[in-house]
T-cell receptor, first 111, second 114 residues
Framework: ELKVEQNPLFLSMQEGKNYTIYCNYS?????LYWYRQDPGKSLESLFV?????AVKQEGRLMASLDTKARLSTLHITAAVHDLSATYFC???????????FGEGTQLTVNP | NAGVTQTPKFQVLKTGQSMTLQCAQD?????MYWYRQDPGMGLRLIYY???????DKGEVPNGYNVSRLNKREFSLRLESAAPSQTSVYFC?????????????FGEGSWLTVV
């Protein structure tokens, strides 16, 4: 059974600082997804990582995938308040038909 | 283009009542999903349908039934609601495109069972 773990689960940081959220998963997969969720809202797709070594960047967020280590990171550079949200990683199973989600990382960026 | 539409958005049920959550997508996707979201647990898959006419259990199927009525619609039924089914429910559909698989979520249905 595929298990996905994120850490930290809660992250409070100051504006302007850098930090990394980690996503570990338990079985082989080449596809990993990052989502953002604002309170009371649905999930918004951030990144789709499709192969080992994949790196994608959008604004102050950069995601990477190491399939050998079964690890993805979401790096936040010079955080701003608008990045406050809950971030989820999700891993596609071997059949390509299901996504398993991590518990989510609740990020709060303080002025 | 409406994407994935769920109804109702909010519902309060009494223990033992039944209800159906409706979901429809207008993107011609084959695969559709029902997830539930509880605090600190991420999203957990209840049931999914890889194609019209097929349904499969996910991680937490007990207490739920589903129907893939046609390619567009995938409904989730609670036959006898229990307080443990208080949750936020998300329907989603899946498309494989050139950039990988993209999953589109509905806006969510907030269900409270008292």
């Amino acid at each position: 059974e595929l298990k996905v773990e994120q850490n930290p689960l809660f992250l409070s940081m100051q504006e302007g600082k850098n930090y990394t959220i980690y996503c570990n998963y338990s079985t082989t997969s080449d596809r990993l997804y990052w989502y953002r969720q604002d309170p009371g809202k649905s999930l918004e797709s951030l990144f789709v990582l499709l192969s080992n070594g994949a790196v994608k960047q959008e604004g102050r967020l950069m995601a990477s995938l190491d399939t050998k280590a079964r690890l993805s990171t979401l790096h936040i550079t010079a955080a701003v308040h608008d990045l406050s949200a809950t971030y989820f990683c999700a891993v596609e199973d071997g059949s390509g038909s299901r996504l398993t989600f991590g518990e989510g990382t609740q990020l709060t960026v303080n002025p | 283009n409406a994407g994935v539409t769920q109804t109702p958005k909010f519902q309060v049920l009494k223990t033992g009542q039944s209800m159906t959550l409706q979901c429809a997508q207008d993107m011609n996707h084959n695969s559709m999903y029902w997830y539930r979201q509880d605090p600190g647990m991420g999203l957990r898959l209840i049931y999914y349908s890889a194609s019209e006419g097929t349904t499969d259990k996910g991680e937490v199927p007990n207490g739920y039934n589903v129907s893939r009525l046609n390619k567009r619609e995938f409904s989730l039924r609670l036959e006898s609601a229990a307080p443990s089914q208080t949750s936020v429910y998300f329907c989603a559909s899946w498309a494989a495109d050139a950039s990988g698989n993209t999953i589109y979520f509905g806006e969510g249905s907030w269900l409270t069972v008292v």
